[in-house]
């Protein structure tokens, strides 16, 4: 492996690691982190390739990394699909062969536009009931995540490498690269590992070693930041980077969400202050009961299983208060990452004395299996024999048509004689043109028959799919006062404590896979302080019948 850079961008920072060593075993030789201006980088897409190519290249030199040219990307956005899929246990070689030819079954897209990649996570090992020579014969096959990179984001990641001057060795995704990094921590329990940034949280699940669960949430630190941002008395004048210092530095979190444990504090902190702490705690209730529900939703899945340990990492794992938060409201010990497994790391290597929990993504991105430019290599590779393959088929169709054409004039004779011959047979059967419209009159009744029998199908296909996601995603607090649906829209009328619940449940609405289209008529408070709301909705994937049915009214 040798020396080499490794870089995670992020929406507002980048985060730099020089790194040394082998596939098994890696050596930080330091770290830092710098700030990058606002809407440069959006869901993981760079607007401005140029400017922050410059910007990279100027970090560097001012650090004398410039002469070290290979480099990692490690990469998050929201466009990555990922699946976790079964394939039957074949050489490793062919594996990718067989991912993809059913690529356009696991994702729905043009796959021309993405690059595929993978990851074994495990190799799954049945028993047959055959049995050949009085030995059972076991049955194999491989669990896989694989995932569908869009080729425009890589060129992003391309033209920046070229504008800083380095060459793109690598790029990864930041949840693999997470995992790859930490798997080795914990090779038996069950542990849950959360990556915490401004704007996603990512969960990770972990059983003896291997990934069992991993899920993103769209909910970070930047609900706290606003609050932070907002309240004159913490003084940072709605400057993001200022409040990440005070999140680093100070304590503004209360170490637990329940309003009678927050009294006490009243009588250590001035009122305005606590306040501000007060409301940036709150900020987190939702990213904390979401991390609650995923817990909830695991162990009910895996009956009698429970978590050895929690832990949190990314840019989260620096904020001061935030793992006596998490340890309250959870119920468990929660504690950041502070070593890794065959990595060493000194927090003196880092510029803001980092733990390393904040570089996860940078260290497994190095030689990680998922590698999106060595896939991209490969199906380029692969089209362009494809193509000269058509040529070489196309050459030898021209050499076959001009031997057919010399024997083309000879045939043509032959064939008009054939031509008069089955004319004539024709004439002597005109009795079958009958037969044939009589046909043509049953198929199309049988069409009108079938066409009927399906508006017997139930409108509310796609109903069970709504509920299980409310069940899942809505807060338990949440109370329907009424529910409709027609196959193609549903409309219900919720109420929930306050006004901002109201809207966090909005928010979430929208991520819903089952429904898009989204409106309410607003939010209106009764007497009681309840805030109720009317919902409606359209599916995502409504039933063909309903929409049948509407279109012929």
Known sequence: MGKMLSIEMKRSQVRVMYVEGTKNRKRVLSCFRFELPAGLVEDGYIEDTKALGKILKEELQKRNLSKIKKTYFSVYSTRIGGKEVQLPYVPKKKIFGMVEVNASEYFPVDISQYVLAYDVLDIIEEKSDKKADKKEKKKRHYQLMVYAV??????????VSEEAGIELVGLNYSNNSVYQTIRKNYETGVHMMMKIEEKETVI???????LSLQR????????????????????????YSKCWELLFKKNCIYPSLDPEKLEVYKETDLEELWEGKREVTESLRYLIGNISRIMDYYISRNVGVEFDSIS????????KGLGE????????????????????YDTSLSEQKDYVGVFLAGIGGVNSPVNIIRNDERQKRKEKENLNGAWLIFGAGIVASLALAGTSIITYNLQKKEQARLNQEISSRQDAEDIYQQY??????????????????????ELLSLIEELEAKMPSSIRMDSFSSTGTEVNFTAKVSTKEEAAKVLIELRTF??????????????????????VTANYVNPSNITQELEEAQ
């Open 513 to 534: 896979e089952s429904i898009n289209l989204i409106s309410t008529s607003g939010i209106t408070e009764d007497e009681n302080g309840e805030v109720s709301f009317t």
């Open 325 to 344: 938060l998490f340890t309250e409201e959870l119920g468990q010990t929660v504690l950041p990452v502070k070593e890794v497994a065959d990595v060493k």
């Open 216 to 239: 993103t949430l769209s909910y970070g630190m930047e609900s706290a930041l606003e609050v932070l941002a907002s309240y004159p008395i913490f003084k940072a004048q709605g400057n």
């Open 312 to 319: 949190y990492a990314g840019l989260g794992c620096e904020v």
């Open 204 to 210: 990770t699940i972990m059983r003896d070693g291997k």
């Open 150 to 159: 869009p080729r425009a984001l890589l060129t992003c990641y391309q033209q």
């Open 440 to 461: 043509i009159a049953e198929k199309s009744l049988h069409t009108q028959l079938e066409d009927l029998y399906q508006y017997t199908v139930t409108p509310n296909e």
